[in-house]
């Protein structure tokens, strides 16, 4: 029997955390098993889908974001023109790739701001769709908007995947829903040409090291990480910053500036250097830019700090922990399958230097519990972000959605599983 064919949507050109989740579940999946091709925004996520299938890259695809904390509202709504713009774009990816693979078996949604593409690709490719929900969605059952996004799931959708239970418990409870972790293989690759590696050198000796991963952004919570730097110097702690990721966009142009205006782009790495600056925190900060080679960094790490204002736990939390790092994660309803407070590591509440000061201190001064912490979420990791297991787990429901519809690729038979 021949692999499976899906067809994958994915809506941010930065390779972050939705993309090397996506990415990390297809390199698990058997051998031969699917055969994946690419509909994406044009960046650096281009490079490492083209490894794994086909890619078809486009200026912008149409999302509707309502997730909890970036939903339409005030000056937010003028995000809409350009999702209005990018609907071109879309359509012509869609049709792209309609002449390119011409019947595929299964379309997978990486997000579900993407719904409204869903919708068009199905006119293109008559087949069932899997929606990944990766982000904690906006619950307001008034909005028409969550009316609309929660009836595109119960009707249009043929299996709903969360990737973990803050995310599941934004989502109706009736409606049926498949938790499947996101998942990490945690090997060093080889060979390093040392960049990174002398980078790390200029650590001291004896610091407290507190890891950051992830995009630069003002919403990743780097702010409250420089306010928190500053309040752990003057309380006399010896703390060190490892900065990995650097900046989704350019920051230069027109178009940036009137972003910025209206504060509808999160230009954060020239906030954090010129605070660096004034607070004489520029020896604490090691910027290590973005890596494809995450492995290597984690080690390092005393802890990581996870501010973002999402509310929610992030990639790099069981990340970190597969190295026995623990994690300080910015959410008020902490759930056991990503962090137990105290055990596994701390909850603080999103958007609180304070806390995360408090948190980085009590950590810095008992490094034997910060070391147990990590041991817990090492023991954690293992057992729910397997990547083979979790991978076959998706998988699984592929099968499951194709065999129930019994509608194979023209001219293919039936994928194997089936």
């Not at 990547?387 to 998706?394: G, H, K, P």
Request: charged residues 20%; hydrophobic residues 45%.
């Amino acid at each position: 029997m021949r692999p499976l064919r899906v067809l994958y949507l994915h809506f941010f050109g930065a390779f972050g955390g939705a993309s090397r989740s996506l990415f990390e579940a297809i390199r698990a999946f058997p051998p031969g098993a699917v055969q994946p091709a690419f509909i994406t925004q044009r960046g650096t996520v281009c490079a490492f889908f083209s490894r794994l299938g086909e890619v078809i890259e486009t200026r912008g695809l149409t999302q509707f974001d309502n997730t909890r904390y970036s939903y339409y509202r005030g000056v937010r709504w003028l995000v809409l023109l350009r999702e209005v713009a990018y609907l071109p774009f879309t359509m012509v990816a869609l049709a792209r790739a309609k002449r390119r693979w011409r019947e595929v078996d299964l379309i997978h949604l990486n997000e579900a701001g993407g719904l409204f593409t869903l919708w068009l690709a199905r006119h293109w490719f008559d087949v069932p769709a899997v929606v990944h929900v990766r982000s904690v969605l906006r619950v307001a059952p008034r909005s028409w908007r969550t009316r609309w996004g929660n009836w595109m799931l119960r009707n249009r959708v043929q299996a709903v995947v969360a990737i973990d239970e803050n995310v599941r418990a934004s989502l109706p409870p009736d409606l049926s829903v498949q938790v499947i972790h996101n998942g990490f293989v945690p090997k060093v690759a080889a060979p390093s040409d040392g960049t990174l590696e002398g980078k790390l050198a200029r650590l001291r000796e004896g610091s407290f090291k507190v890891g950051f991963v992830g995009n630069l952004l003002r919403v990743k919570g780097v702010h409250e990480l420089v306010e928190a730097a500053r309040l752990t110097r003057d309380r006399g702690l010896d703390v060190e910053f490892i900065i990995v990721g650097d900046e989704t966009r350019s920051s230069r142009g027109l178009k940036a500036w009137l972003l910025r205006a209206l504060s509808l782009q999160q230009d954060a790495r020239a906030a954090m250097e010129a605070a660096l600056a004034t607070y004489s925190l520029r020896d604490r900060f090691h910027f290590l830019g973005f890596t494809q080679d995450i492995a290597r960094a984690y080690p390092y790490m005393n802890v990581l700090a996870f501010p973002s204002h999402y509310d929610a736990p992030g990639r790099p939390v069981f990340e970190a922990a597969f190295f026995g790092v623990p994690s300080i994660v910015a959410v008020r309803d902490a759930r056991p399958d990503t962090l137990i407070h105290n055990e596994t590591g701390l909850a603080i509440a999103p958007q609180s230097a304070e806390q995360l000061a408090q948190a980085i201190a009590r950590m810095a001064l008992d490094r034997k519990a910060t070391s147990n912490m990590g041991e817990a979420a090492r023991l954690m990791a293992e057992r729910n972000f397997d990547a083979r297991l979790n991978a076959a787990e998706l998988l699984r429901t592929y099968h499951r959605v194709i065999c129930r519809g019994g509608s194979p690729a023209r001219g293919g038979g039936l994928p194997t599983g089936c």
